[in-house]
């Protein structure tokens, strides 16, 4: 692309949220029905008001820190052996699960510290090369909960967290140019989301994530040597 495509990029992000909406809708309907219950009075669901409020706990500390180091963390994009560094920092924090004593706590089980922690993973993963899927799940791990648990509250987590870097972009968009490029990109992201989401999400219950250790650290090795 000769320009920037900002738009094209907000429309990837917008695509990747549809599918993390899509296939964690499930637990996103039990959400909405928990604040309702809360707000009402009603029968309580306390499934789905403990995962808001452990979702609304874990997103302070990212928007917060995405808020005060802004500048800090885009300059960090034009200097790819800092991103090498990073890679393999996020390789050596994926591998580190593997011997994590599993202590499967349950959402019931689930305190607002821990809750804090994993979101005090995702402002880290701001920095580029820390993965935001992999240090939220591991840091979920390393406070002993389920396989389970950790992903769906990572990518639940990541919602509200693609919707307020979306807004953020929103008013620098100059223009809606090349609109059928975004759609298709959107669409693609949207597809490419979901298959991606089903096999991960496989591959946290089998307890094998520390695998993507040995992806992470040949290519940022290789960023910092060559680049």
């Not at 820190?65 to 963390?73: A, E, Q, S, V, Y």
């Not at 591991?138 to 002993?144: A, K, N, Q, T």
């Not at 648990?149 to 919707?163: C, H, K, V």
Request: proline share 3%; with cysteine.
């Amino acid at each position: 692309m000769e320009e920037p495509q900002l738009f094209f990029d907000v429309m990837l992000h917008f695509g990747t949220l549809l599918a993390v909406m899509v296939y964690f809708r499930r637990d996103i309907s039990v959400i909405i029905h928990g604040i309702g219950s809360t707000v009402t009075g009603k029968r309580k669901n306390e499934e789905g008001t403990k995962l808001f409020f452990s979702i609304l706990v874990a997103t302070i500390p990212t928007a917060l820190m995405g808020l005060l180091f802004k500048d800090w963390f885009e300059s960090l994009f034009s200097k790819p052996k800092i991103v090498g560094g990073m890679l393999l920092i996020t390789g050596s924090i994926l591998y580190l699960t593997r011997w994590v004593k599993r202590e499967d706590r349950s959402l019931e089980k689930m305190k607002w510290v821990d809750a804090l922690l994993i979101g005090i993973a995702q402002g880290i993963a701001i920095i580029p090369g820390i993965s935001r899927s992999g240090a939220t799940i591991s840091m979920g791990l390393f406070c002993g909960l389920n396989r389970e648990l950790a992903g769906r509250f990572s990518f639940l987590l990541s919602i509200p967290a693609i919707l307020g870097a979306t807004f953020l972009e929103i008013p620098k968009l100059d223009s809606m140019a090349k609109l059928e490029t975004a759609l298709i990109g959107a669409a693609v992201a949207f597809v490419t989301g979901i298959l991606s989401l089903t096999l991960l999400m496989k591959i946290i219950r089998m307890g094998k994530i520390s695998n993507f250790a040995y992806y992470c650290w040949p290519i940022g090795a290789t960023m910092i040597i060559l680049i």
